[in-house]
């Protein structure tokens, strides 16, 4: 890759555009040097790509806890971009917990103090976690 | 709590890029690519078994943590390593070392970090960064992959310090304890390149070094017949990400190694060196164009442009050029 050839394809989602890369390209005399860029269109589609996958895993979620089939906790831990193993080991439960807690029927009777480690996970205070889809 | 001379750097990749700057500030005047390639952080694998937020595992470079250590051993230079049970004691242990003006690199997850932008915040728990001091509370952080420093409060870099997953941080901190008198570049630059010659090599499996370049090869001739398209297309990205994570200039750290091998060359005065560090500046522009194709096939799910056969090839002829270049770089006479 040549030093005019170093890609400036802005990277306009999520606030990407504020940072600027610096990447290794050969000059006119071929000697190494590095370069700022804004962003290249390849690697913009493949992040907005995995964004965009995120996105819509979210909405369907947010959905079905609309319609009373998930508790909130599936929701944010998705929101986190997290799996159930990463959640699971955050609030120092097994993975088969945390599933049961996707149960609305279960989350309605979880104690203040689960309550409370799931909140603290997400960054939210209790009565968000709660309140999340009523 | 006074702030010692710290100068920043910005670097392409943040392991590399905090062995230097903290090098520099011990007076030891290494670029980037220099540690690079002293810490052999070149490699390949690609894991379909193992899964990465559902999609196959494919590295560009080596694990976390091997550059730097490498690096400071191949040079002489004694380092302090710890990793702590609790935020707690990690922040004191951190307090006290900056105290004495020494700049401090630790182990992050991304995620956690605030000054970053969303668009680059998933769970990657082994991102480096250097903590240079602290001012009205907050903590003065030097981010190789950013041009400008920035800051982070206490309870931040505790998480991203704490973070869960794979691999643990627990903490992680680093410093330069004593560097020696005479450093000798000629044998850290040769036992580097014999490494990474080894590394890319030798592994007798499917999975490691060039072998797995080829392995990805077949993998993509497959996706059309074994994925749905929306599944190929997330497994393109996945690669096409892994190759571009920070400032590769989507060579998947070709171009940065290219560096490194002109930087020794013109160092120990040869050629062949120089020669092998153009070649493989044009075989990073394959890679280049690979990681272009891929993603217009993605984007396009169904594209007439160029078909997974033809990615396929693509790769394969980037793994043939790479075994015959690593394999005369192998040969060298020292």
Known sequence: MKTNEVPQDKRDF????????????????????GITSAGWEAENIATKQAWDAVDEELAETAEKVKKGELSPIAYYMQKNLMEVALLASYVGKWQWQVKRHFKPSVFNKLSADVLAKYAAVFNISVDELKSFGK | MSTVLYKHYQHAHCESGVTANLLRHEGINISEPMAFGIG???????????KVSGTPGTTFRTWPGAIFKRTTQRLGIEMHTERFRSPERANQALDSVIATGKPV????????????????RFHFNAHNLVVYGKENGRYLVSDPILEDVATIAPEDLAKARFAKGTPEPRGFMYYVKS??????????????IKQTCFFMLSPPLPWFGNKAIFLLSKQIKKYPQKLTPRKASLYLGNVVRMQEEIGTGGAGFRFLYAAFLQEAGTMLKRDDLQGFSAELTKIGDDWRNFAYHAARLMKDRKSDLVSFDELSDLLRVCGEKERDLFGRIQKIKW
């Open chain 2, 179 to 192: 560097v020696p008198q005479h450093i000798d570049y000629t044998k850290a630059i040769q036992a580097g």
């Open chain 2, 40 to 50: 052999a952080g070149i490699f390949f694998a690609h894991l379909p078994f193992v």
């Open chain 2, 105 to 120: 690199g630790m182990l992050s997850s991304v995620y956690y970090l605030p000054y970053l932008p969303e668009a680059f």
């Open chain 1, 14 to 33: 999520k606030e990407g555009d504020k940072i600027h890369k610096l990447m290794y390209a050969v000059d006119n005399d071929g000697k190494y040097t």
